[in-house]
């Protein structure tokens, strides 16, 4: 895989809106917002969609789930949030390193898209 943005983010290249952090992850803030908050939840180790995770990638994945879960906590955006993650171009990956959107700060209709 080679270098993307959040890459050039996650070693510093590039400086971003980082909200969250730990050793597996970080959120930076979308520099095109859908929603008035608009975080992208990114690992740190480069998977280029969630369809070209594997097994040994699975306890990553559940840490991903928990951030989520601290980070609306600590935002307060618990109680309402779309999480989305978009798997290859035809779905809207534009960027080629797994991530999810946390969207937030407006309802939300269903179906999306």
Same mark, same amino acid.
């Given at each position: 895989?080679?270098?993307?943005? @959040?890459?050039?983010? &996650?070693?510093?290249?590039?400086?971003?809106?980082?909200?969250?952090?730990?050793?597996?992850?970080?959120?930076?803030?979308? &520099?095109?917002?859908?929603?008035?908050?608009?975080? !992208? !939840? &990114?690992? /740190? /180790?480069?998977?280029?969609? !969630?369809?070209?995770?594997?097994?040994?990638?699975? #306890?990553?994945? +559940?840490?991903?789930?928990?951030?989520?879960? /601290?980070?609306?906590?600590?935002?307060?955006?618990?109680? #309402? @949030?779309?999480?989305?993650?978009?798997?290859?171009?035809?779905? +809207?990956?534009?960027?080629?390193?797994?991530?999810?959107?946390? !969207?937030?700060?407006?309802?939300?209709?269903?179906?999306?898209?």
């Amino acid at each position: 895989m080679s270098d993307t943005l @959040f890459t050039k983010i &996650i070693n510093r290249q590039i400086p971003a809106d980082i909200v969250y952090e730990d050793e597996h992850c970080f959120a930076i803030r979308d &520099i095109n917002p859908q929603a008035p908050v608009h975080l !992208l !939840l &990114i690992p /740190k /180790k480069p998977i280029d969609r !969630l369809s070209a995770a594997e097994a040994g990638d699975q #306890a990553l994945l +559940g840490h991903l789930m928990l951030a989520v879960g /601290k980070i609306t906590r600590d935002l307060k955006i618990d109680n #309402a @949030f779309r999480l989305a993650i978009n798997n290859g171009a035809d779905a +809207g990956q534009s960027v080629f390193h797994l991530h999810l959107h946390i !969207l937030a700060g407006r309802a939300f209709s269903w179906p999306p898209g």
